[in-house]
């Protein structure tokens, strides 16, 4: 499912939080979203779930308005995964699993032996099928994020938005957890802290800073030296993975006196180079 998402803009308590914000992704594809703190990352993703009405603008799932579908709808095409669903929840594995079918549910709301089974297949899918009858509380914080992406797929939705589904994890479940994301084929919209982990899966990248778009493209043509500079205020040393060849970066701190713009905020002067997608721009690949 194509994701368009065109001019948007939230105010809050009279602060422009993001800024005529454009993105668009196609039908498969991994979108990254990266930016330092406070760049809008999160605010952007929660207009896109509906937990935040954005003050201007629409995001359009294959053309049709989502702000003005209605929740259950709305919940039939897209599952959400913010980073407040690590929460703990006094529930088995089984039983949270199990709220992703809410969406498709009538009447009386109870699970029938087909919600049973599209939840068995879920579990199955990100290896957590034995744990269905542990409480989530007790979980480890890669089986806990297993279980959540398990209620995403079991919710049957065709673009899956995550914010920071790798935070809390070593690196070994934070490779794991973005496998799982990637094998799902659907629409995804992530994001992510780690450069790293983005350059390698993510199909393309959208840079925010003080609420703006200020590069987008594949990793290796957005995560320039002058870029990390700028916007995060970093030295990078660009390097090639020996095996995929994805854009690998180290990292040095800047120089005194270099580097980022002192001050900058959502409410500062535009970064240079803010990005709009033009219409006619071509669909970036989908390596699979």
Do not use: W
């Amino acid at each position: 499912m194509r994701v368009d998402i065109e001019d948007l803009a939230v105010e809050v308590a009279g602060r422009r939080l993001l800024h005529d914000v454009t993105l668009r992704a196609a039908d498969g594809q991994l979108i990254g979203l990266v930016g330092p703190n406070g760049s809008g990352k999160s605010t952007l993703l929660r207009c896109v779930y509906r937990a935040l009405r954005p003050a201007g603008g629409t995001v359009r799932l294959d053309g049709a308005d989502l702000h003005a579908m209605d929740a259950r709808e709305g919940a039939r095409l897209l599952a959400a995964l913010p980073q407040e669903a690590q929460a703990t929840f006094d529930f088995t594995v089984a039983e949270i699993v199990a709220m992703g079918r809410l969406p498709h549910q009538r009447g009386s709301g109870r699970a029938s032996a087909a919600d049973a089974e599209i939840c068995a297949r879920a579990l199955a899918r990100v290896g957590a099928g034995h744990l269905a009858h542990r409480g989530f509380p007790g979980l480890s914080g890669g089986e806990k994020q297993r279980v959540l992406i398990a209620r995403a797929l079991a919710q049957e939705p065709r673009v899956l938005v995550l914010d920071e589904p790798t935070n809390h994890l070593d690196i070994a479940q934070q490779l794991e957890v973005l496998a799982l994301v990637r094998d799902s084929r659907l629409t995804v919209l992530a994001a992510l802290h780690d450069l790293n982990l983005a350059a390698r899966h993510c199909d393309a990248l959208y840079v925010l800073d003080g609420g703006r778009i200020v590069a987008a493209g594949e990793p290796h043509e957005v995560l320039t030296a002058g870029l990390l500079a700028d916007v995060f205020g970093v030295r990078a040393h660009r390097v090639r993975h020996p095996e995929t060849g994805a854009v690998q970066l180290l990292f040095d701190r800047l120089a005194e006196g270099a580097g980022r713009r002192d001050g900058a905020d959502a409410d500062g002067p535009a970064p240079p180079g803010p990005v709009t997608p033009p219409d006619d721009a071509p669909s970036l690949p989908t390596p699979r």
